[in-house]
């Protein structure tokens, strides 16, 4: 099994007073040369699946998506990954902030607001990066019978893939925005078990856990320990947002979790992404090569590190274990 994961595309940035339109062409370079080098990378060791944990545009608009949609497909063909294998998340870029909706304090009824009776209404702001991922022909979650591209369920003959939405109540303005992902979508999720299949289980999501509010990321008494039920129905939690060239990975409840920085932020070009490798059909304890790959403007470079992944193992209840991070400190020239 070869997985890609990427994350935080921003397509649509616009000229400004810190962004020229030779900047934007640079960019527009970039993200091409982005393609020749991961379809060079993968020509001989093709990929299976590829993951991109959200922010896929600037300010969710229908020309943002129709120009990462082209993007897209020049990715798909030069990994030669079709659509259907291709998994996406929303990040808070891709909500249309100036629609409406009801948006409290997450200490105020976020519960009530984001149980599965008002789930339609609150997907309003997602419109148009719905309709991107059903125009790319992108497989949809399952949730509570409904079909859709924030949250829920999709099940392969490989994996297991769980959507969840960290973007619900991202407000115009805001600087802080307290990400939450639902308590009540996340226990329907359990519900509905459609994961329990001991095949391997992957979760992607846009903010990491020390982006959550605290009622949702806390073990401590009286939270609703969100985080860790959702470590308890996952063997691999991938994460984007961020926006340097890579994040921390580590452990929790049996359950690797790692983040991905953006490839593209403002004047920045990370270029940096993750390639996981483990033999196929596996199941429990399995040895994975992670290898990162990162761009320093110039030449590429990578590191890998030998990680090991529960696969496929249901777990029951949380032990409560803090998050462990490790790095890896062997480089070379691709």
């Known amino acids: ?107 105020k009824g976020t519960d009530e607001l984001l149980c599965m009776e008002r789930f339609e209404k609150q997907m309003k702001r997602y419109e148009n990066y719905q309709h991107f991922c059903q125009n790319a022909g992108l497989p949809s979650y399952e949730l509570d019978g409904r079909r ?3 949250s829920g369920v999709a099940a392969n003959p490989s994996m297991n893939v769980i959507c969840l939405n960290t973007n619900w109540f991202v407000e115009k303005g805001k600087r802080k925005e307290n990400p939450g992902i639902a308590t009540g979508l996340v226990e329907q999720i359990k519900k509905e078990k459609k994961y329990e299949n001991h095949l391997p289980t992957i979760t992607i999501m846009h903010h990491p856990v020390y982006h959550w509010n605290e009622k949702e990321k806390s073990n401590g008494a009286g939270s609703r320990q969100v985080h860790a039920e959702v470590c308890n129905i996952s063997d691999m939690i991938l994460t984007g947002h961020a926006h340097k060239k890579e994040d921390g990975c580590g452990y929790q409840n049996e359950t690797y979790i790692c983040g991905n920085g ?44 030998t990680i090991r992944l529960q696969l496929g193992k249901q777990k029951k209840k949380s032990d409560k274990q803090p998050l462990k991070y490790s790095f890896s400190v062997l480089w070379w020239m691709r």
């Open 148 to 150: 859709n591209y924030l």
């Open 262 to 305: 953006a490839v593209y932020k403002e004047k920045a070009y990370h270029h940096n992404f993750h390639i996981y490798e483990w033999e196929s059909g596996k199941t429990g304890a399995v040895d994975c090569l992670r290898t990162t790959y990162l761009f320093d403007g110039s030449k590429w470079y990578k590191r890998a590190q």
């Open 1 to 107: 099994m070869r997985i890609l994961h990427i994350s935080d595309l921003h397509f649509g940035i616009k000229t400004g007073k810190n962004v020229t339109k030779e900047k934007i062409a640079e960019r527009n370079y970039f993200m091409d040369d982005l393609v020749k080098g991961l379809g060079s990378i993968t020509e001989s060791q093709p990929l299976d699946y590829i993951f991109i944990t959200g922010d896929i545009a600037c300010t969710a608009s229908e020309k943002e998506y129709t120009e990462a949609g082209t993007w897209l497909k020049k990715l798909s063909e030069a990994c030669r990954v079709p659509a259907r294998r291709i998994y996406i998340c929303p990040g808070n870029h891709d909500t249309e902030r100036e629609k409406s909706g009801e948006s409290p304090e997450l200490s």
